[in-house]
């Protein structure tokens, strides 16, 4: 079905552009430097050898709906200009790799009305159409309904790695595709021309544009702080720092060598969207150099957070005891953990036991890696965090 498909959903900018007016009514996507990564983007989606016609679909698809997000997020902002003087409170974020428990601890400190967080289907469509404001039920949720049961049905294994749900709390990583500017990209394909193109830029212009989105998601749906969660802050902390200034910074902690098998098992079985055959030894050495540049990048950078506005959670630690690390983070971050904050952890904790869907098994054998190939890169981050 999707291969059929393929012929009207070129990767194509003027095609996809036109597209987005189309399905919104607008024509204003905002400043246009944009336009620059996007372009490089696609180049690199156009360079990958092995991509299949679902594929080309599924980066069509999200493209357009990035780009639909510029024009309403543009428009919004023209209607309500008053959205530019609302103040966020300093943000709670959690960075740390995938599988060292943030996303646990993300939903777990989400369970509590005490924060401002995202379900998956506002990260995708953070502002409605205008047809569609203030239609209950709301026509985003039905869309990543759909969404999420064509995930399970072409990837039925991805839950044991990372469920995905139409309401669980989700990443505002998925607000930085919006500027076209974002580590997201890095895992949505193998496009290493946009990795070297993004990591050579200051990423300072692309957190302001997440600042404003996270003004506008406030204007529309309310909040008092934002509880905020992504990988790509763990190199981007002077950024981070300089656009959300008093950011409270939560860094998760664990031993490499299982969280990058895990990660390649996520990014290798994904892989199969839109790349066949999937080069399995090639993603996965370009992701174990990455990740090694991302934890050091934590080691160089990780005192500008100060101590008062910071914590390291092991995840070995977390998982002996979740509750008193929500307490913890409460109490350092200067929120109350009341009665109903408590009850709501527990609650949450009780219906999301680990394993409860099971898991995968995983080795260096199956990527074309060995031990060492495991241990090398994290040297410094292993003696810094976790010795």
Sequence with gaps: MM?????????????MHAKATAETGLSDFGDDDYRERLDVYLAALQEIPTMQPAGIVNHHVQIVQWLK??????????RHPEIHDIELRPPIVIAGLPRTGTTHLHNMLAAPTTFRTMPYWESNEPFPLP???????????????????????????FRLMHEMTTDHVHEEIQLLANDFSTMLFETLAHVPRWRDYYMTHDQTPHYEYLKMQLKAMQFLRGGRRWLLKSPQHLEQLPVLDRVFPGVFVI???RDPAPVVLSMLAMLTYSARMYSSPVPVHEIATTWVQRLGAMLDALVRDRD???PSRSMDVRFDDFMVDETAVAEQVYATAGEDFDDAARAAVAAYLAGHQRGRHGSVATSPEMFGLSGEDLRTPFTAYVQRFLT
């Design 304 to 306: 500008t957070i100060a």
């Design 251 to 253: 860094f998760t902690h």
């Design 69 to 78: 997000n510029r024009l309403l997020l543009t428009d919004l902002l023209a």
């Design 131 to 157: 047809a569609e404001a203030g239609v209950e039920p709301d026509p985003r949720r039905a869309r990543m309904d759909v969404s999420v049961q064509v995930i399970d049905v072409v990837m039925p294994h």
């Design 3 to 15: 291969a059929a498909m393929a012929p009207e959903c070129p990767l194509d900018a003027d095609v």
